[in-house]
């Protein structure tokens, strides 16, 4: 059974500096791998999505990688600004159902 | 506008009253699914539709039913809700494509309690 894993569950940083946050699952055939941003109480925005052929995806001061025979992704938050502060969501499709398989999420807080 | 839509979006409710959750997207996606999310369970796939009448089990089906009669609906159906199904509970769509597999789109949600 796939499982997703983030860390670290949260992290605080203050506004400006580059970031960087952890996913790693255990079945590497995958379709693809999701990122996705929830503010407290709210839906779940994606961010960005990169199939399983695909290293990296890039959007706006966002990037994320995929190294699928490793099972590790990482997203790449450059130059974090405190509207940036929510939960980050990994989650990845497989399985003949497609199920998408979330982790536990980041709670980061980018400080003013 | 692409959307997922959900309604209602905030339920109050007592242990025992059927309820529906309705979920409609207008992006002709052949899967749909739903979910819920606890604290400290993060979110877990309740069922899914791979087209009309075509519907399975999640990791989470006791307590749950759902109907997939046309391609943009997929209502959730709480026959006799118990606390535990206390919640946040999203639906998401996405196409389906042979070898691929595209971008999930999620509804804002619906909060649920039981009484």
């Known amino acids: 059974k796939q499982e997703v894993t983030q860390i670290p569950a949260a992290l605080s940083v203050p506004e400006g500096e580059n970031l960087v946050l952890n996913c790693s699952f255990t079945?590497?055939?995958?379709?693809?791998l999701q990122w996705f941003r929830q503010d407290p109480g709210k839906g779940l925005t994606s961010l960005l999505l990169i199939q399983s052929s695909q290293r990296e995806q890039t959007s706006g001061r966002l990037n994320a990688s995929l190294d699928k025979s490793s099972g590790r992704s990482t997203l790449y938050i450059a130059a974090s600004q405190p509207g940036d502060s929510a939960t980050y969501l990994c989650?990845?499709?497989?399985?003949?159902?497609?199920?998408?398989?979330f982790g536990s999420g980041t709670q980061l807080t980018v400080l003013p | 506008e692409a959307q997922v839509t959900q309604n209602p979006r905030y339920l109050i409710t007592v242990t025992g009253k059927k309820l529906t959750v309705t979920c409609s997207q207008n992006?002709?996606?052949?899967?749909m699914s739903w979910y819920r999310q606890d604290p400290g369970l993060g979110l877990r796939q309740i069922y899914y539709s791979m087209n009309v009448e075509v519907t399975d089990k999640g990791d989470v089906p006791e307590g749950y039913k759902v109907s997939r009669k046309e391609k943009r609906n997929f209502p959730l159906i709480l026959e006799s809700p118990s606390p535990n199904q206390t919640s946040l509970y999203f639906c998401?769509?996405?196409?389906?494509?042979?070898?691929?597999?595209?971008?999930?789109?999620f509804g804002p949600g619906t909060r649920l309690t039981v009484t």
């Open positions: 079945d590497s055939a995958i379709y693809n």
């Open positions: 998401a769509s996405s196409l389906l494509t042979r070898g691929r597999s595209a971008e999930q789109y």
């Open positions: 989650a990845v499709t497989s399985g003949s159902a497609r199920q998408l398989t």
């Open positions: 992006m002709n996606h052949e899967y």
